[in-house]
């Protein structure tokens, strides 16, 4: 169907009711002469009011029970993304990338910082922790003059080697320390909630640490 | 209906968002409502199965919820509503090709039989309405992507021209043109109810 080209400006608008009543008049003489024009409006607002007129749907009488259902479990990931995240990634904001690399790079000098050896040794010639893959290994060094003052340090070096070992390998008893002059074990405890630390003397005689040497975790 | 509903329900949409934005979810369920049936119209012309659309609706509202605060005041919260179902709709209308695809393609020579339905047999039993609709939601649904978007936007949810621009994001003109295109289409797909009409 061909349409008066100078006119389908006119036509358009005078379909969607939004027609200037000088141009309505100048339209109106147009189509009291051009049957094509005329058809052409004529259907087009056959369809346009057939398209009005399909029915409305309403939802369901379920849609609100499903939907609340959803939304619950939304507010519940929610909540849990919340406080497992304590910021939301965004890697389409700009602004957020540069926090986002600091803070990785602060978890990362954080995690160097904790990963360094808790020991120290007597011994300035000695590492205070023989073997750098201390948390992989079974063996960690104690310094001969290990004493109740370092406590407080074997409790901590203990808890992460003994955590690391349980879970490499699923061993859950007799943990082993050994150093130069001395050597001892840990024990967990028949709770299984704590490990206590057993140090030998050189003739390897097992010592009953004090009991703050007990390590829980 | 509470007092905190009833105080809410001469808010405009815009003042609505804003409330949730604040954690107000009494605004935001007044949201729901408000817009539940105008969008499952507006997915049911693209999907024409009402299950689906109810699917999208839903959909729609937890993606509401879930980025509420990307919501700027700049926009009308209509357009914004109305673009995040459309585009649900398109996805569900890209699936839904795909898994076409993978049904026919699954089937053996030998089941590559398809019934056809017998439309002639089946008009007798319609009412007259309902074969209308049905008549007139196959025709749309034949439309082009581009020109079933602007005629369902302009001609059944009766929306103006600037505002499916800004949902759409393509210059008035091209809505303008767009639309009588559609209709000249549908002219032509619909013959006999448009003689009759």
Redesign the interface.
Known sequence: ?AVCYQF?KHI?DY?DNDIDPTELKLLNKHMAECDECRL?VE??????????A???????SS?DI??KE??RN??KQ?KISRWSLPFQFNFTNPVRIPAMAAGAFAIVVIGLFISQPLFVSNDSRQPAVAGQDAFSTESIVVPASQSTTNDQSLKMRNYVNVREQFHLDGQYSNYSIQSNNASGRIERSSDNDSIRAFQSNTNDKPLIRQANSTVHF | MTAKEISNSNLTDEELIRKFQEGDLYAYDLIVRRYKDQLLNFAYRFLGNLEESEDVVQETFLRLYRNRHAYKQIAKFSTWIYTIAGNLAKTELRKRKRRKLVSISDMGFEEKEFEIEDEGANTERLTDSVLKEKIIQDAIEKLPFRFKQVIILRDIQELSYEDISSILRIPLGTVKSRVNRARLKLQSLLGDIVEKN
Do not use: G, H, Q
């Not at chain 1, 259907?43 to 009005?52: D, G």
């Open positions: 169907m389908l358009n379909i052409y259907r087009s607002k056959a369809v346009k009011l057939s398209l009005s399909l029915p409305r749907y309403k939802t369901s849609f499903v939907f959803r939304l939304e507010i929610e």
